[in-house]
Structure formats: structure tokens, C-alpha cells
T-cell receptor
């Protein structure tokens, strides 16, 4: 397996900004994904990075630095409904163009009023 | 409606009794995958398929089998389930492309006694 690390739990206040970090070690890097998962539900896609830099998508932004093996997800103007787990996932591609996915164990975000 | 479906959603079984969890997608996706999710361990890929008749092991394939005879279906087979296979299972599918994200099914919660 690959080492994908993210904080276990974070707490933030409604209306604030929170940054969730993810570090990874991998070979054959072919993209980094962020997913949101509410308790008891399936993960849903939030963002994708394959090149260095920032991708912005409404209240959510994701950053990638391939040389540092580092990404973060930035959530602005937090809402109570943002309380969920956030999963960082790395896609690897091998010599045969086969794709495997490796997920971090997720960061549980608690948004308080 | 574009979706990934899994059946059953909940299953209680006993050690050694063969079972199959079905997965079907209606989006004409080439890539399909099975994951298990356990507390503290995150999502771990069991098997994946790049296309019909093309499957490969993920991170935790022991005790599982898959087949991909048709594009839309990707069943997960547990020939002789054991209690350590008690978990939440997700099927996912995506188009085969660099920027394509996976769409997850609703999950199957399995308890092996």
C-alpha cells in the first residue's frame, strides 16, 4: 500500500475557513482526488488535481504539490451541512496503464454553530 | 438516472457460506472497482476492472473474487466468508480517462458471524 496521511478529526465554526491537509508517498502518480462522505453514505466527488496548483470550485478549492507529495482541501464559508468526512485519494498508473486507487483514512470535520 | 446500484444493501451470513454482492452501472463506464471500508483504515481497494474481461488485484484481494463478463456488471464473490470480512463494501465506476472521477454505489453492509 501507499502512505496517505490526513488528520483524523478537525473542528471549525460555521462561516469560517478550514484547510484539510493530505500527504502521500506514491509511484506512478496519476491524480489526486478529494471526496466528501456523510455518515452512512457513499463518497461523493469534490475535486481533482493532477498538475501542481490550485483548483477552485465554488466554496471548495484543492491544491497540489507533486514534488512535496502534498495536497490540501480548502472549504470556505463553512455550513453545518459540511460536517462530514473528507477523503483524500491518490490514483496510480502502472506500466500497463492500469489504475489503482489509494485512500487516506479520512478527516472527520465537525462544523459547530 | 445515472447510477451505480449494489445488492443486497445489508447482509448477515455465517462463516463459510458463499455469497455474491452484485454491482451494476448504467453509465457505460469502462472502469469498475470494489472497496471495503473499515473504521480507522479508510477505503481499501479489493479488485478493479479496466474493461470487460480485464481485472486486477487491488490492495486487499485475499478472500475475494470478481468477474467482468459484461460492461455494466461487476459482482464481488466471497467463496468462504470469514468474520474478518465483516465490513462496508462499495462498488464504484468511472470512464477511463485521466480526469474522470469514480461514482460510488450506496454500499453493502456485511456481517459475517
Amino acid at each position: 500500500g501507499q502512505n496517505i496521511d490526513q488528520p483524523t478529526e478537525m473542528t471549525a465554526t460555521e462561516g469560517a475557513i478550514v484547510q484539510i491537509n493530505c500527504t502521500y508517498q506514491t509511484s506512478g502518480f496519476n491524480g489526486l482526488f478529494w471526496y466528501q462522505q456523510h455518515a452512512g453514505e457513499a463518497p461523493t466527488f469534490l475535486s481533482y488535481n493532477v498538475l501542481d496548483g490550485l483548483e477552485e470550485k465554488g466554496r471548495f478549492s484543492s491544491f497540489l504539490s507533486r514534488s512535496k507529495g502534498y495536497s490540501y482541501l480548502l472549504l470556505k464559508e463553512l455550513q453545518m451541512k459540511d460536517s462530514a468526512s473528507y477523503l483524500c485519494a491518490v490514483r496510480e498508473e502502472d506500466l500497463y496503464n492500469f489504475n489503482k486507487f489509494y485512500f487516506g483514512s479520512g478527516t472527520k470535520l465537525n462544523v459547530k454553530p | 438516472e445515472a447510477q451505480v446500484t449494489q445488492n443486497p444493501r445489508y447482509l448477515i451470513t455465517v462463516t463459510g457460506k458463499k455469497l455474491t454482492v452484485t454491482c451494476s452501472q448504467n453509465m457505460n463506464h469502462e472502469y469498475m472497482s470494489w472497496y471495503r471500508q473499515d473504521p480507522g483504515l479508510g477505503l481499501r481497494q479489493i479488485y478493479y476492472s479496466m474493461n470487460v474481461e480485464v481485472t486486477d488485484k487491488g490492495d486487499v484481494p485475499e478472500g475475494y473474487k470478481v468477474s467482468r463478463k459484461e460492461k455494466r456488471n461487476f459482482p464481488l464473490i466471497l467463496e468462504s466468508p470469514s468474520p474478518n470480512q465483516t465490513s462496508l463494501y462499495f462498488c464504484a465506476s468511472s470512464l477511463k480517462g485521466r480526469q474522470e472521477t469514480q461514482y460510488f454505489g450506496p454500499g453493502t453492509r456485511l456481517l459475517v458471524l
